[in-house]
């Protein structure tokens, strides 16, 4: 099955449309982390902004923020902005219409391959566990391969039981070493449940794999370690743990983000405790993401998909940015896709065999 | 990973519990299918009836369903029936204790095993997504691999998804041809979509797996060309149907039950279209089971969890039957496990997964 | 909350495609239960064949079936028929486009009201468990009062859970006594632990509604009661039933469909064992059914979903079915929003608070 | 139904196991916020530390964290805390085992009413779909008027569809009016939701409740208008929210805990972003608890369940303390239980129902 990333064609600005269109309303922030009113919310589509008559592509863009536009003769540019991020002075693109007659342009053609037939781009809707994945696992195969062919950049987000599993844990930390993995974003618990079984070969609330002994305590007595150790990487490198994901990323020079909830009692050093610090940490790597795995709990995977455009430049090239969402349910899978994501695809089944089945294709 | 299959202690009939205990009650039906009643109703466990003062054990039993006493001296035996089959003249055990003090013993220790650790036959409860079932996977090819080798009977109780997927319909495939299926349970659409698959190369409600066309009318083609071949081996002999599930039954000698449920417009020749001999001709191969794997929806699968003993004797050995039950939901899972079934194993994930795991591990 | 049933309006048969185009192509079957190949089959709209040169209607339709045309010059019809139910002899309608061009045309446009907005026959898609349900309540009880008092044909196909708590069970019984059923589909287990409560005041696998004794033995004992008194009218007319939904239909004279699935292993008298003919029984009301509730297993709603009309004909006007589809899961009440129904409306909860809301709504 | 709290029974310290006992085991922590090894995690049971020869009982417990002692002579007493807030030379209680014989006791049977039955207190496992609810709304109803008399302290745990729909937004407003709401933890988008519809009359994702137009900007409006206002309280006092819970509670001093997840882009004025700060702020309700409604996300409610005490001290007597998770997926409901809660009742179904129940029967 040969990957076929589809090309982007840009709006024809030459349109009579596009011409006569007015410059963006700029409104100035006048506090901090307060929009003026009627600002534009940011789509998951390719959106332009007119500004001294240059039509600007917002790129690591993210649904539901504001455009701050830099309107300096000759350097125009835009950042794309949290509400909460905005400072006093920030020049907010305002206006409720994206059909560019108010210097806003939403472009939802940019993929779409009108030689050929329509497919070559299209969301399959409605998906269910009764969906036959086949086609999906062969399609990401080809996907992940040509990533790390062509430094392309492969965030993952990993829920808990990826590394509760023996046979899971194993595949991902095979496709760390193996360079399929360019960053990971997962709760402290991961983290955590992964050195435990590294560290004492135990796991929580059941036995050993092998199901001996009982030893849930072990948990917490592996956070006490970590703390005491001051972080994962001198931890790991102190030499007690033996194998997993954690050990596998700090060898292999792959980042990760631990960040927090309120179901956290307890966390690693280097956890992020603040959601807002956590979120400015996760939205460094799905600026440059190029294709993004989202094995999680619906909470991560919303978050993450949310602030990861749904396409971007990489070496002068706008590309779609490949989206996987997977989950047991498909309330969760589908809520990401009523998003309007452009290049989510969805599957429903137990993360454990997602992640054993790339592991054994690829690594 | 060894497979140890639990031993069986009978119980010690020369307690005096049991050697005073009277002999069960019988009482004759006189409407068929018309139980008296006060009926003794059927558990998992094993259980014992005192008939002319022997101790006989049920097997082939079924839950909720009633014992048939032959008094015949010499020649005591019981047979365990659903109540829709009782005849005029039958005696049916009466009581409703299971201590033995009616002759009514029900034995919940015959597999415990003393001398060990009690975990050699326990059931692990509270499965849901996040369970670690790399060991459960390991476990169940060793129990296919003994099955295989020692003559046991597999039988599979599959879902419609199993012939939409193409991984999973060949993995199913392989398994047939290598010896790992000793019958199938499915509803028609199953064998419909897998005989359309191979004969036209689609499937339904999709385009084909590799997306070129639509073409749901398939399926109801190819249920007209099998009716007109007049039944599923007449169809595949003339050479129409070039791969698929239905082909390796057929080709292979695997049976076959097809069962109609009310969703059932068109049905293929041989289906049952009535539940009640479905059901029967269904716990033919319940009855002499060793192992069991349900794939299927909740109606199916409860259907025949409901008629399988978990228990039985073969060659004169009596040995737990294991049974797998396989869905996306925990609800679907925990309700026969809710049943107090002894040796069910619950896994949750898509079965397509499932299937693809143990085509991998074995064929 | 005003209830506003959408106009229908014919299409206009005077366009030059309507005039132009063939007698729809009709082809003989030639074995019973066997289509002619290349038939056509129905979708969920509005169709019209042209036979004779004259556009008949389909009512009383039914997805994914054939139409058998009735050519006598001056009295052409149609009737919708299951391919297992076509006969030698009968006249099959042939082809495979529903623009007209082969005298089939598929009508989507009927409940379009062009003159306001599109929304009063929109199907709100995407429902979930989040998805605000005040309205839908609110249309639906505006409904249910309409249907009552203009002599509508209100159809509930009910789910076991119904007759297991006892707030619901009542509610039901109530909706029943002051006019809100018409006809009710279920399987035998709902009438069977309904009677074993209003017989026994018990209910299944729990303790009475109290708690005070396990008392599953008497849901078979039930059965077995009512097949010596023979139906469950005779029983009861004996008068040993209280209360509840059973007693409540045969006091209404609300006609009821037992169907009975592989899970079945003892049924009440008069329960269709044969799937084809419980359906032929169930689709005697579904052909002439105005509204339509759905708050059972996914096995009957799919099936009773499938045989229920979108739009029909009542006193010479077209008017929408009105479906209201109940689940717990997302899932579940997708699965026949998929198929294109069109007035159906989905709601995300428990079958048991869903039924309680409108017997506290209207009775 | 009359409402029967159970009575708890001390252990009987006068038993030679309790004279003999040594004192529980206390080792200083030397770094702040990791414990010394081999601690002892609390359970959801009542328990108690020897010290000084005393038996002190651990009120305001929480499971999965630790116990650091005072033994001051004669005002011998503890303090439950969570290991991230332990500070150098707090004492924590070291040792594995819970009968006494380390200074430890864990007691099961506080509640057990050994001359009644079992079931005054017993948790009703198994918890489904199909489980009937009657007899658990009727006892909740009971709890609520007796808290409501007796000055109990009831936390509701709210998720966001509670202010998405508008039926289930005016039963939950009218319930903290009537006072049966003692305080409110939440997620920054239910309040947001709640005021933006108290403001502008729409709600997100979706056109108004009678559906005229699709507003999801005003959501970031309404976080921008409290920001500019400074705090809910200020904007609720400005007039400018018509209805609604935020306006309730503001009304009635109902306290209500706004906490973040990597999921909010934005929040109102007074969420706490650092998930430590959450919980300790979220601790202070569940401290003082007799009553807790969860109706939330499994996050909240994980979080928050975890933290309760399942029993407690109100005004010198030791009573359970009600907990209700409410879900629509057995999952999420029985993640709860599986953990051991001792008054857990759980009911599966969509929450906009659970609470629209409530608010008929009481307000």
Chains 1, 2, 3, 4 share one sequence.
């Not at 024809?12 to 901090?32: H, R, S, W």
């Not at 940015?321 to 998003?339: G, P, S, W």
């Amino acid at each position: 099955m040969a990957l076929n990333i589809p090309k982007y064609t840009p709006p024809d600005f030459n349109q009579e449309i596009f011409i006569n269109a007015p410059n963006a309303t700029l409104v100035e922030v006048v506090k901090d982390g307060v929009s003026p009113a009627n600002y534009h919310a940011l789509s998951v589509f390719p959106e332009y902004f007119k500004i001294n008559n240059k039509w600007v592509l917002a790129t690591e863009s993210r649904m539901d923020t504001v455009c701050v536009a830099y309107d300096e003769m000759g350097k125009e540019s835009v950042n794309i902005v949290e509400f909460r991020n905005l400072k006093v002075g920030d020049k907010v693109v305002i206006g409720r219409t994206e059909d560019g007659s108010q210097g806003i342009y939403m472009y939802t053609q940019g993929f779409v391959n009108k030689s050929h037939d329509s497919d070559t781009f299209a969301f399959r809707s409605g998906r269910s566990r009764e969906t036959a994945f086949s086609i999906d696992y062969d399609q990401l195969y080809e996907i992940l391969k040509h990533e790390k062919a062509k430094n392309g950049y492969v965030t993952w987000v990993l829920g808990t039981a990826i590394s509760l599993d023996e046979d899971t844990r194993n595949a991902m930390e095979r496709l760390i070493r193996e360079g399929y993995v360019n960053a990971i974003l997962c709760g402290t618990s991961l983290a955590a449940f992964d050195l435990e079984c590294g560290t004492f070969g135990t796991t929580w609330g059941q036995k050993v794999f092998r199901r001996e002994q009982n030893t849930y305590e072990n948990y917490y007595e592996t956070i006490n370690m970590v703390r005491e150790a001051g972080s994962i990487e001198s931890f790991v490198k102190s030499g007690q743990v033996k194998d997993g994901i954690m050990k596998a990323c700090v060898e292999c020079n792959v980042p990760f983000v631990l960040a927090s909830t309120v179901r956290d009692r307890f966390t690693l050093p280097g956890t992020y405790d603040n959601v807002y610090e956590a979120q400015n940490a996760m939205r460094k790597h799905a600026r440059k993401t190029s294709t993004i795995i989202m094995v999680s709990t619906i909470l991560f995977t919303i978050a993450t998909g949310n602030m990861t455009p749904s396409y971007n430049e990489f070496d002068g090239v706008i590309r779609p940015v490949y989206m996987y969402t997977v989950d047991i349910q498909e309330f969760a899978v589908n809520k990401l896709a009523d998003r309007g994501t452009l290049t989510a695809t969805s599957v429903v089944t137990n993360t454990q065999d997602f992640v054993k089945n790339i592991g054994r294709a690829l690594a």
